[in-house]
Nanobody, 126 residues
Framework: QVQLVESGGGVVQAGGSLRLSCAAS????????MGWFRQAPRKEREFVAG????????YCVDSVKGRFTISRDNAKNTVYLQMNSLKPEDTAVYYC???????????????????WGQGTQVTVSS
């Protein structure tokens, strides 16, 4: 199992940047593909970005491509989401999630993630 704790959320003006971090417990972090999801009020949870175990494969949803970057540091058991050029529509609770992955370069589909953090609020003011 893995426990996940997000940090780095906050309030930022439109056009600003934030970096979210997700610290994972345990010695097997490198066996997990990682993802970032978000959920805005009255909206369904959205898969924002994913990264493979090795970090060699990444995915970002179209609405954040060119603005958000997912990365990981397996030595620090941490995954990051760098968010630039933030927009009011990026306002949401952001969740980190993990999925054990047999292959090093695959990114699991959204519905397969089965370990979750508690979430961190990101608010972008206009």
């Amino acid at each position: 199992q893995v426990q996940l704790v997000e940090s780095g959320g906050g309030v930022v003006q439109a056009g600003g940047s934030l970096r979210l971090s997700c610290a994972a417990s345990g010695r097997t972090f490198s066996y997990y593909a990682m993802g970032w999801f978000r959920q805005a009020p009255r909206k369904e949870r959205e898969f924002v970005a994913g990264i493979s175990r090795s970090g060699s494969s990444t995915y970002c949803v179209d609405s954040v491509k060119g603005r958000f970057t997912i990365s990981r540091d397996n030595a620090k058991n941490t995954v990051y989401l760098q968010m630039n050029s933030l927009k009011p529509e990026d306002t949401a609770v952001y969740y980190c999630a993990a999925r054990w992955a047999a292959l090093t370069n695959t990114i699991p589909p959204a519905h397969e993630y089965d370990y979750w953090g508690q979430g961190t609020q990101v608010t972008v003011s206009s």
